[in-house]
Every structure is written in structure tokens, then in C-alpha cells.
């Protein structure tokens, strides 16, 4: 006689029983009343042997209902006759289910982000916390990661860049690409499809500074000489002249970065490190006339933090105005930029056929993107050393009209080259 709901509800558990009592539906399917619930379970024969009996449990009465209780005996049934064990066939679901939890976007980028975040400074941490929050999990954090395909991957990044993004599309994709070669590297996923998205993607338009040639450094030096304003500002200004390196990195130059007896700045690529961009760190060589200069600014900031503090509060780094603002003042605005010191240094040094690779390392480029992957923050020092210097020298000759002879520095120069 087949059971009934109010038959089921009715049923009390008996504490004298050696066993639960059991309802029985009919073909093997019953209801087991135990102490604080009640069951179903379906008892049968194990494919392929007619005497080894087992069972396969349902759920719990009444979130499954005796309707779904009686589906799933159907289901039970259908598979025994295709030779399928239901027990088994149920815990092979509850391993691939685990198994698709754990091998999801999200579940593999988060094991990826807490191995690798260690080494990052805070700043990039966040950076790319933010980014996998904001764009990349609601997209893909739920879904294996083998079934995801170069097709979405490109789709989802195509959506940032029309933004537009460009950039940020990018550097998605290149983090995006580093979770797949994770779990490629803990054998969850065969492919990469980000690996060949780069050729598809928008290339960055190359930002391109104001900045003067050889020939109008004469003129620009003598009005630069002439400028009144304080000590810091005009020291600032010839630092990054005779450096190269990024206006940001005057500003944030500290004492403690500055080694005196070797003539050397230290610039750290934690500090440097913005916007997903892992700089590496890099030792700049400095001319006499670079050490001359932060002799005499230590005179009015050495005790403080930063060599160019602020003038309202030395705890903090200069305005990034203060370059601009003198540059204009001397009459140069849109002829000149911070920036554009890094390009005239460049040029110049390239066409005297200095080793390419020292001037590329002077300007901390060894994050940039077509560089021949320089890992030593020391390296060619000695070679940049006297490139410095002698740059520094031929600065000082054109600011005082002299005639500059261009002499040869050994290894500094670009064999073949004059």
C-alpha cells in the first residue's frame, strides 16, 4: 500500500526500537523515522549481483517531498537498468561538483593572488585586488576555469577598452594570464587563453613630451640660470636635468637613498611600483655636478625625509607643479616638460653612440616594454658612470658656450660608432 503525507508526518520515533522504524512506499523505497528526522532510502541489488544489497539515501522528509522521493526512485531505477550503481553514480557527482567549486575562476585567482601577493608592495596589492573585484570576478569567478575560452576572455576585454580602457584591458589580461599559468602549474587547467589575445588587443598610443633639441639648450640653460626662485625648486630642476630619471622620482627622493661615497642614487621599485606596474629597483649614477648639488641642498633639508620636501610641510613630497611652473616662468611653457629632460638626455646620448642599454638602465626603462630584461639594479654602473659624467659636463659646456670636444669613453660608446 503506497504511503500518504499525513501517514508520514503522523509516524513518531519509538526510543525502545533496536532500529529505526521504517515506512515502506513500495519497490524498495521507504521512509526511516529516526529520532530528530525523517529519511528516505531506497534499498537494491547491486548491478551485476542478485544477492549484495545496499541503499542510497534521498534526503530528509519533508524538504523532499514523497512526490520527489518517488522521481528520484524513477531515476534510481532507470539508472540500474543501464548498469549504473545510483549510490556510486551520486558520490561521482559529489566529487565533480567539489571538484567544479574548487576549480572555479574565482577559487583558482584567489589561491594565485594570496601565493603571490606576499611580494608585492601595498599599493599593488590593492591595485590588482581591486581590479579582480571590480572586473574579472563578476565575469568569470563562478565558472570552471577550463570552460572558459579565448573568445570570452577576448569579449570580456574588448568591453574594458571600449571604456575606454585600453590600458587597463591590457594589464587585465596579463594578470588574467598569470591565474591560468597558475593553475596550468597545479595541473586544473591545459590552456591559456589569454596567451594568444595580445596581437588583438589596442596598442597603448605612445605618449609623446614637448622637449628641446641639442641646439636650444644653450638658450633654455641661460634663462634657467637666470630664474630667481629658491634653492629647492632650481635644484629640483637641475637634478632631473642631469639624471633622466621621472619627475616623480625627484619628488620622492630621500636621504637615506643616496650614497655620497659612491656617487650613487638607490631608487626603489617598491617605491616606484603604481598602477599594476611592477618596477624593478635601479642604482643611478651621479655626476660631480649631481653631488655638488644635493651637497648643498643638504645644507636646508638633510633633516628631513625627502630631499625636496614641501614648503608647507617638509613630511610630505613637493607639488608636482613645481617643475611646470618654473618652465613656464623661464618662457618655455609648451616647449619643454619634466618629462621631456628624459628624451633630450636620450637623444643626445644615443647620438654620441653610447651603449644603448646604459642609457636605458640611467632612465630606470628595465619596466618598460621593449628591454632586453636588465635585472641587476648595479649593472653597467661603472659604463653609466662615465656617460653621466660626461653628459653632465657637456651640459655645463653649453650652458657657457664652450666648445665641447667629444671624446671617446671606451665600452661607453656603441662599437662602430664615433
Known amino acids: 500500500m503506497k504511503l500518504t503525507d499525513v501517514q508520514i508526518r503522523n509516524a513518531k520515533y519509538d526510543p525502545d526500537r533496536r532500529t529505526p522504524a521504517r515506512l515502506s512506499d513500495g519497490n524498495g523505497l521507504s521512509v526511516e523515522i529516526k529520532k530528530n528526522k525523517k529519511v528516505w532510502r531506497y534499498d537494491y541489488l ?7 544489497k545496499t541503499k542510497i539515501i534521498f534526503g530528509e522528509y519533508p524538504t523532499i517531498s514523497l512526490a520527489e522521493a518517488r522521481r528520484r526512485l524513477a ?10 550503481n545510483p549510490a556510486e553514480e551520486k558520490q561521482r557527482q559529489k566529487r565533480e561538483l567539489k571538484a567544479s567549486i574548487e576549480n572555479t575562476f574565482g577559487a583558482i585567482a584567489w589561491a594565485w593572488f594570496n601565493l603571490k601577493s606576499s611580494d608585492w608592495s601595498d599599493d599593488y596589492r590593492d591595485y ?10 563578476p565575469a568569470f569567478e563562478n565558472r570552471p576555469i577550463t570552460e572558459i575560452t579565448s573568445t570570452d576572455v577576448l569579449t570580456f576585454l574588448k568591453e574594458i577598452e571600449d571604456r575606454p580602457a585600453p590600458e587597463l584591458a591590457k594589464k587585465t589580461r596579463q594578470r588574467m594570464s598569470e591565474v591560468f599559468r597558475y593553475a596550468k602549474a597545479v595541473k586544473v587547467a591545459t590552456e591559456d587563453p589569454t596567451s594568444d589575445l595580445s596581437p588583438l588587443m589596442k596598442k597603448r598610443e605612445s605618449k609623446h613630451y614637448p622637449h628641446l633639441l641639442e641646439r636650444d639648450l644653450p638658450a633654455f640653460l641661460k634663462a634657467a640660470s637666470n630664474y630667481g626662485g629658491e634653492l629647492l625648486t632650481t635644484a629640483s630642476f637641475r637634478m632631473l636635468m642631469l639624471t633622466g630619471v621621472r619627475t616623480i622620482d625627484i619628488r620622492k627622493m630621500e636621504w ?14 617598491e617605491k616606484r611600483s603604481k598602477k599594476g606596474e611592477r618596477k624593478r629597483s635601479v642604482t643611478i649614477a651621479l655626476s660631480k655636478q649631481s653631488i655638488d648639488i644635493l651637497k648643498e641642498v643638504h ?9 625636496f620636501p614641501n614648503r608647507n610641510d617638509p613630511n610630505k613630497i613637493r607639488s608636482e607643479n613645481t617643475i611646470t611652473k618654473m618652465i613656464a616662468e623661464i618662457g618655455y611653457k609648451g616647449r619643454m616638460t619634466g618629462h621631456g629632460f628624459r628624451h633630450t638626455l636620450s637623444t643626445i646620448l644615443n647620438e654620441r653612440g653610447y651603449n644603448s642599454d646604459y642609457i636605458e638602465m640611467q632612465l ?3 619596466d618598460g616594454n621593449n628591454i632586453r630584461g636588465i635585472y641587476n639594479h ?7 658612470r662615465e656617460m653621466m659624467q660626461w653628459y653632465a659636463d657637456h651640459i655645463d659646456s653649453l650652458e657657457h658656450d664652450e666648445n665641447v670636444v667629444y671624446a671617446a669613453f671606451g665600452n661607453g660608446k656603441q662599437s662602430g660608432n664615433k
Open 256 to 269: 637615506s637613498e643616496i650614497n655620497f661615497d659612491d656617487e650613487t642614487w638607490f631608487l626603489s621599485g
Open 378 to 384: 648595479a649593472a653597467y654602473l661603472e659604463g653609466r
Open 128 to 137: 590588482i585586488d581591486r581590479m579582480f573585484k571590480r572586473d574579472v570576478m
Open 46 to 52: 547491486k548491478p551485476g549481483n542478485k544477492t549484495s
Open 75 to 84: 531515476e534510481a531505477k532507470e539508472q540500474l537498468a543501464n548498469g549504473i
Open 299 to 307: 645644507k636646508l633639508s638633510g633633516k628631513y625625509k625627502y630631499v
Open 364 to 366: 630606470a626603462h628595465v
